[in-house]
């Protein structure tokens, strides 16, 4: 099993960026996929993007694409999601979630996940 702990999350001008990072422990961290997902006040969970084992394949919601970048440092166990241009829209607690071997943003392939950590954007 690997143990997520994400981080980063705060308040933000619209506009403005955010680097969130979600460190990895317990397991071999380069077998896992990453997710990153949000929640908004009154709305379902949805996947934001995600990055395979290897890093190379990438995916981003329609939503955020253009805006976010995800990437991930094998050696320091941590996958990070940079967030540029920040809407009040991207208000949400996000949470990181791995899979072994698979990368998508269907959150029910997802073993393990995170506690999640709040971003929350004015206008």
């Known amino acids: 099993e690997v143990q997520l702990v994400e981080s980063g999350g705060g308040l933000v001008q619209a506009g403005g960026s955010l680097r969130l990072s979600c460190a990895a422990s317990?397991?071999?961290?380069?077998?896992?996929?990453i997710g990153w997902f949000r929640q908004a006040p009154g709305k379902e969970r949805e996947g934001v993007s995600c990055i395979s084992s290897s890093g190379g394949h990438t995916d981003y919601a329609d939503s955020v694409k253009g805006r976010f970048t995800i990437s991930r440092d094998n050696a320091g166990n941590t996958v990070y999601l940079q967030m540029n241009s920040l809407k009040p829209e991207d208000t949400a607690i996000y949470y990181c979630?791995?899979?072994?071997?698979?990368?998508?943003?269907?959150?029910?392939?997802?073993?393990?996940w995170g506690q999640g950590t709040q971003v929350t954007v004015s206008s």
């Open positions: 317990g397991s071999t961290f380069d077998n896992y996929a």
């Open positions: 979630a791995a899979s072994i071997w698979v990368a998508t943003m269907t959150e029910t392939m997802y073993d393990y």
